[in-house]
């Protein structure tokens, strides 16, 4: 049985493709993503702009045609913070079902931390251990404590990289006061709203996922492209991400552009980023990061096959 999930994003909509066959958990047929900043000028206007809308409207329907084609029998759409939040999402939800005759579920954001942690444990095969994670996110990052798999606590703050970028751009190399000031709001945001359960875990592990940690973790491996299972698992330490935030001051935007496995997009994005994966260290007390390529898309796989099961 082939499946597809379609991850809807802030900033990126991901596609999966699997052969479902037990006792393998899955075998991966087509993997994608790609940016279309979905949640741009949603902080100061509350709504989604037509331009993003039908730029990821045109996406998610070829998605879904890619899946079709590779055999895929049932499609899973999940929408998460910008068209939750948003005043129009149930509109844009309403345009993206009538594009490709598929639902839309619009996750809350405990439901997306719930799905963030499956598909990192699946992942990380790390089933029975205690696990810190954060998922950064175009419009917010979760925050998820987990034992044996299970979410103990979790919070989504609306923390995200798009308004971050919006609010604080870096066209040229980094302002130091600028991104100082950048630093200082997230850690205030922190600060307020991460709660101490989550601060003072004692979690054995802090794991990162999404495009911000893969992307550090490409760029410490020194990878001329992507290879997903280098990046899988490898741990960055504060001196390191700290190290790659100077290389990355030090550039103009259209020179983070052209660096590899910086997937199109994503150059005024990582600044904000590697922000608030250093304010996470902070927050949390550790030094390091375990990155996970795997995270929400593939926990919506998982959660897909134990529902159809």
């Not at 979760?142 to 923390?159: M, N, Q």
């Not at 000031?181 to 999404?210: F, K, N, W, Y």
Request: net charge neutral; with cysteine; glycine share 8%.
């Amino acid at each position: 049985m082939r499946l597809a999930t379609i991850d809807l994003g802030t900033n990126t909509v991901r596609l999966l493709v699997v052969e479902s066959a037990p006792p393998v958990q899955w075998r991966s047929i087509v993997e994608d993503q790609r940016v279309t900043r979905l949640g741009a000028g949603l902080m100061a206007s509350g709504r989604l702009s037509e331009v993003p809308m039908a730029r990821t409207t045109a996406v998610v329907a070829e998605y879904v045609r890619r899946a079709t084609d590779a055999g895929a029998t049932a499609v899973r759409i999940v929408a998460t913070s910008a068209v939750r939040e948003a005043a129009n999402g149930r509109d844009f939800v309403e345009a993206i079902e009538r594009a490709t005759g598929h639902i839309v579920e619009v996750v809350s954001g405990e439901d997306e931390a719930r799905l963030t942690i499956r598909g990192i444990v699946a992942g990380l095969g790390v089933p029975d251990e205690t696990i810190l994670a954060f998922d950064i996110g175009g419009g917010s990052t979760e925050y998820i404590l987990a034992r044996s798999g299970r979410v103990d606590v979790a919070v989504s703050l609306k923390l995200g990289v798009v308004p971050l970028s919006e609010r604080y751009p870096f066209p040229g190399r980094v302002d130091i006061a600028r991104a100082g000031a950048m630093h200082s709001d997230i850690r205030d945001c922190l600060s307020r709203e991460l709660p101490l359960s989550l601060r003072t875990s004692g979690a054995q592990h802090l794991v990162g996922t999404a495009g911000t940690v893969t992307t550090l973790a490409a760029l410490d491996l020194e990878l001329a492209t992507y290879d997903a299972a280098r990046v899988q698992g490898h741990r960055l330490s504060r001196a390191a991400i700290t190290k790659l935030r100077e290389r990355l001051w030090a550039l103009t935007e259209s020179e983070r552009a052209a660096l590899p496995c910086l997937e199109p997009g994503r150059a005024d994005l990582i600044v904000p980023g590697v922000a608030i994966v250093l304010a996470s260290l902070d927050a949390t007390r550790t030094e390091s990061v375990i990155v996970s390529d795997w995270g929400l898309r593939e926990g919506i796989m998982a959660d897909t096959i134990e529902r159809l099961r």
